[in-house]
T-cell receptor, first 112, second 112 residues
Framework: GENVEQHPSTLSVQEGDSAVIKCTYS??????FPWYKQELGKRPQLIID?????GEKKDQRIAVTLNKTAKHFSLHITETQPEDSAVYFC???????????FGSGTRLQVQP | DADVTQTPRNRITKTGKRIMLECSQT?????MYWYRQDPGLGLQLIYY???????NKGEISDGYSVSRQAQAKFSLSLESAIPNQTALYFC???????????FGPGTRLTVT
């Protein structure tokens, strides 16, 4: 089955700096790559996703890049703010199954 | 608002007891999922259902069973609870295309 690895497990940045979280996946058939944000005590919520037919997608301060050849994808957050502090999960979905396999999460702390 | 709800939100039970966690949704989605989250770990898939007649095991189904009573309801049972099943359990739904998943608020289960 699919295996998703996520790095780093924790990340601390100063407010205004950029943050990058990286994930690799194993199943070359995967074609959907979402990122979820989970604030303390709350449910995971989708913040951005990318499908295998594009290499990059942006939404305001958030961007995701995908390299299918290398089987890795990354989340980029620019101009970080304290409210960006949360745990971020990447995931991948093997084609035909649509059940997500999640990475182990990155705890991002933005220092004011 | 269309939503995903879980009951109970918190539960403490003893080793060997049978317990059921319930999930209901008003989103009209066909696909439903149960995940487990342990501290410092990502979301691990327990079971998923693509429609009322379709039930599939996930990565960690041992010790768990599910019932899809209707399109809107998906229940998770622990037949004989054990302490290492102490975790946060999330239900999620997605539409037939199967991309974005919407999570319920979670059930915190403690087995003593």
């Amino acid at each position: 089955g699919e295996n998703v690895e996520q790095h780093p497990s924790t990340l601390s940045v100063q407010e205004g700096d950029s943050a990058v979280i990286k994930c690799t996946y194993s199943d070359s058939a995967s074609n959907y790559f979402p990122w979820y944000k989970q604030e303390l005590g709350k449910r995971p919520q989708l913040i951005i996703d990318i499908r295998s037919n594009v290499g990059e997608k942006k939404d305001q301060r958030i961007a995701v890049t995908l390299n299918k050849t290398a089987k890795h994808f990354s989340l980029h957050i620019t101009e970080t703010q304290p409210e960006d502090s949360a745990v971020y999960f990447c995931a991948a979905s093997p084609a035909g199954r649509r059940a997500l396999t999640f990475g182990s999460g990155t705890r991002l702390q933005v220092q004011p | 608002d269309a939503d995903v709800t879980q009951t109970p939100r918190n539960r403490i039970t003893k080793t060997g007891k049978r317990i059921m966690l319930e999930c209901s949704q008003t989103k009209g989605h066909d696909r439903m999922y149960w995940y487990r989250q342990d501290p410092g770990l990502g979301l691990q898939l327990i079971y998923y259902s693509f429609d009322v007649k379709d039930i599939n095991k996930g990565e960690i189904s041992d010790g768990y069973s599910v019932s899809r009573q209707a399109q809107a309801k998906f229940s998770l049972s622990l037949e004989s609870a054990i302490p290492n099943q102490t975790a946060l359990y999330f239900c999620a739904t997605s539409d037939v295309v199967g991309y974005e998943q919407y999570f319920g608020p979670g059930t915190r289960l403690t087995v003593t």
